[in-house]
């Protein structure tokens, strides 16, 4: 399989722990991004990679939650101390042209 | 920043039946994207198109790039199109984030 790949995913946690969850791209894809998606609503942007750099980061990026695309191919993403309204789907997508394409994301639920 | 407004929100159609999804947005865009999300959440491409029309099947786009909307065409609808239809825009000329609009949810019965 070719297409973007995440993992966990599923996890359930409890509030207060620390959660990683990792993005492989697609192959030679050198954009990386990372949306957030609760309940009933449209897919949030958190944060975009290009390469190894992080270009933009939404304000919806607290300081809980950190990036990371160390040698510009795979990604973390981490939430620390997480809350329960951290529960959602946490969706990555890559490109190399204009258009995105999405893994089948992770889903946090946090107790 | 860019705004995404799609239309209906909710439509229920008896299988067989054509539909038309639109989306509206706010600014110039450089790319548009349709996408169809499965029950297991996971975003399927539908369209790119930033602008002109395509067609794939039983489904094709517009995108009217100087008014500003896009439509997204579901003709002889079957109970495996059901689920929820995003469009999802980008602004300007960057290769920055897409917005996302709140989604049509489309129900087809047999």
């Known amino acids: 399989d070719t297409g973007v790949s995440q993992d966990p995913r599923h996890k359930i946690t409890k509030r207060g722990q620390n959660v990683t969850f990792r993005c492989d791209p697609i192959?030679?894809?050198?954009?990386l991004y990372w949306y957030r998606q609760t309940l009933g609503q449209g897919p949030e942007f958190l944060t975009y990679f290009q390469n190894e750099a992080q270009l933009e980061k939404s304000r919806l990026l607290s300081d809980r939650f950190s990036a990371e695309r160390p040698k510009g191919s795979f990604s973390t993403l981490e939430i620390q101390r997480t809350e329960q309204g951290d529960s959602a789907m946490y969706l990555c997508?890559?490109?190399?042209?204009?258009?995105?394409?999405f893994g089948e994301g992770s889903r946090l639920t946090v107790l | 920043g860019i705004q995404v407004e799609q239309s209906p929100p909710d439509l229920i159609l008896q299988e067989g039946a054509n539909s038309t999804l639109r989306c509206n947005f706010s600014d110039s865009v450089n790319n548009l994207q349709w996408f169809h999300q499965n029950p297991w959440g996971q975003l399927i491409n539908l369209f790119y198109?930033?602008?002109g029309t395509k067609q794939n099947g039983r489904l094709s786009a517009t995108t009217v790039a100087t008014e500003r909307y896009s439509l997204l065409y579901i003709s002889s609808s079957q109970t495996t199109d059901s689920g929820v239809y995003f469009c999802a825009v980008r602004g300007g000329t960057s290769y920055g984030k897409l917005t996302f609009g709140q989604g049509t949810i489309l129900t087809v019965h047999p």
């Open positions: 192959s030679e894809h050198n954009r």
């Open positions: 198109i930033p602008s």
């Open positions: 997508a890559s490109s190399i042209t204009g258009e995105l394409f």
